[in-house]
C-alpha cells in the first residue's frame, strides 16, 4: 500500500503548473475561457487530492505514504522526497479546497486592474507552491517550495491590492526574505553537522540527536526566527495586517488559510523532531511569545476601525493558541495546534470572504460607517455571526476544538518544562478568549445591528451595488461552513488522523 500510488503526490503538486502552461496560450481578451481553464485544473487537482483522501490507509496514519524518493540535486546531495502522513495530508487537502473555492469566487470578483489571466495563474503557482510545502521529506525541497509561495503572494498584493499596496507587498517580502535567510542558514548547520550526508528529513531526524546542545540551540534560533515570521507570531507580526489589509480579498484568505500554516507546519515537522533537545530549551520561550501574541492581538482588534484590519489581527491571536499547543510539546498539545490550524483556515478564510464582499457591496471597511447589515443583506449578516462565533471558539464549532484543548495542554506540558510557567500560560490564555469574544461580538453588532446608516439607505445613491449573496458566493462558502460545523460536532474526524503522526513526531519526548 505504501509504495502504490507513488505519482499520485507529484500530479496533485504540479497538475496546476500544467493549467498555467494552457492559460500562457490562451488570448487575454477572452476572460470567460481563462476562468474556465483556472477553474477545471483546480477542480482537476481536487478530484486527485479526493483519489489521495480515499486511498489513505488510515490504520497507519502515523507512517509515511505515496513515498517517492528520486535524484535530483546530487551535488548537494538533495533528492525529490515526498510523502504524506497524518499530519500534512489534512493541510494537504485544505490548500486544494481553498484554492477551487477561491477560484470560484473570483469568477466575478476579479479585483481591478482587471487581467484574470495573470490573477488565475498567480493563484495556481500558489497552490503548487502550497502543496509542495506539506509533502517535502527534503529541505532543500521544502526551502524551495516554501519560497515558491512567495512571488505569487507579492504579486497579488502589489498589483490587485489597495491603496499602500506597494508598501504592503515589499514589507511582506522583506519580513520573509530575512526569515527565510535565516532558516536557509540553519538547515546548512544541520546539514555539516549531521555529516554532510542528506538533506532528508528522515535522516536528519535519526542523526539530530548527536549534534550538541548549544549547536541545537542556535540552529533552532535560525529555524525559530524562519518559521516564526511566516506564522507570524508577536513581534515578527507586523507585515500580517498590513498585508491583510490592502491584499485584494482572494490574497487574505489564501494568506489566511494556508499561507500562515506554513510556519507552524514548519515547527511541527522540522525544528522540533530533529532538535529536541533545543526545542525543549526553547519551548517556555516559544509559550511566552504565544500568550503575548494572544493577548496583544486581541488588543490590537479592539483599537482597529478597518473589518479587515481586525480580522488580521485576530490571527494573531488565533496562532497564538496554535503557538502554545506546539510549545507544550505533548501529543495533546500538538493535537491541538494542529487541528487549530485546520479550524482557523477554515474560519478565517471564512471571515475574510465575508468582508471581501461587504467591501464589494459597501465600497467600504470602516466598521463605524456599516450599520444594518441584517436589515439590509441579511444572508450575509448572518453568515458573518455565523463565523463570528466559530472565530470566537463557541462549542460545537471548529474553532473551539483548536482553542479549549490548547489551553488545557498548557496544564501538564511535556517532561523537564517548567510547569509553573505553562500553568500561567494557561491562565492568561483562557483570559485571551473573553478579549476574543469582546472584540468579534463587537465588529458583529456594529455591522450587522441597527437601522442601515444614512449613506447606504435606500434611496441615497449608495444603495444600488447593495445586494445578498449571489450564486458564485454559495457555492464559495458553503463547503467551507458545513465543514466548520461537521468538525465542531465530530472532531475526532480529524483527531483520529492526527494523532498516531503527531505520536511518531513526539518520539523523542516520550510522545
Known sequence: ?????????????????????????????????????????????????????????????????????????????????IGLDGISLPLYFLSMVITLLVMIYSWNHV????????FFILMLILQTGMAGTFISRDLILFFVFFELVLLPMYFMIGVWGGENRQYASLKFF?????????????FLALFFKTGAESFSIPYLIENGLNISRTTQIWIFGGMFVGFAVKVPMFPFHTWLPDAHTQAPTQGSVILAAILLKLGTYGFVRIAIPILPEAAKAWAPYIGALAVIGIIYGAL??????????????SSVAHMGYVMLGISTLTSFGMNAAMFGMVAHGLITGMLFFV??????????????????????????????????????????????????????????????????????????????TVFAAGYLLWM????????????????????????????????????????????????????????????????????
Request: charged share 15%.
Open 1 to 81: 500500500m505504501l509504495s502504490e500510488h507513488n505519482w499520485v503526490l507529484s500530479v496533485g503538486t504540479f497538475l496546476p503548473l500544467v493549467g498555467v502552461i494552457i492559460m500562457l496560450f490562451l488570448p487575454k481578451a477572452d476572460e470567460a475561457l481563462t476562468k474556465a481553464v483556472g477553474i477545471i485544473t483546480a477542480a482537476a487537482t481536487l478530484a486527485v487530492g479526493v483519489f489521495t483522501l480515499i486511498q489513505f490507509d488510515y490504520d497507519r496514519a502515523g507512517e509515511m505514504q505515496f513515498v517517492a524518493d528520486h535524484e535530483w540535486i546530487s551535488v548537494i546531495k538533495s533528492s525529490y522526497f
Open 111 to 118: 479585483p481591478s486592474p482587471g487581467n484574470p489571466k495573470a
Open 174 to 186: 522583506l519580513y520573509t526574505m530575512f526569515g527565510s535567510a535565516l532558516m536557509l542558514v540553519a
Open 300 to 313: 490590537g482588534c479592539l483599537a482597529q476601525t478597518d473589518m479587515k484590519r481586525l480580522i488580521a489581527f
Open 355 to 432: 468582508a471581501g464582499s461587504v467591501k464589494e457591496r459597501y465600497h467600504t471597511l470602516e466598521i463605524k460607517r456599516l450599520s444594518g447589515m441584517l436589515l439590509q443583506v441579511p444572508k450575509l449578516g448572518w453568515i458573518m455571526g455565523f463565523c463570528a462565533m466559530a472565530s470566537l471558539g463557541l462549542p460545537g464549532l471548529a474553532g473551539f476544538w483548536g482553542e479549549f484543548p490548547a489551553i488545557l495542554s498548557a496544564y501538564q506540558p511535556a517532561d523537564g518544562l517548567p510547569v509553573e510557567v505553562f500553568r500561567a500560560y494557561m491562565v492568561i490564555a483562557a483570559i485571551g
Open 444 to 511: 458583529f453588532q456594529r455591522t450587522a445591528f441597527g437601522e442601515p446608516t444614512a449613506e447606504f439607505s435606500p434611496g441615497h445613491g449608495h444603495d444600488e451595488d447593495i445586494h445578498d449573496v449571489n450564486k458564485f458566493e454559495w457555492v464559495a462558502w458553503s463547503p467551507l461552513l458545513i465543514a466548520i460545523v461537521v468538525f465542531g460536532v465530530y472532531p475526532q474526524l480529524m483527531f483520529k488522523v492526527l494523532d498516531p503522526a503527531v505520536g511518531v513526531t513526539l518520539k523523542a519526548f516520550g510522545g
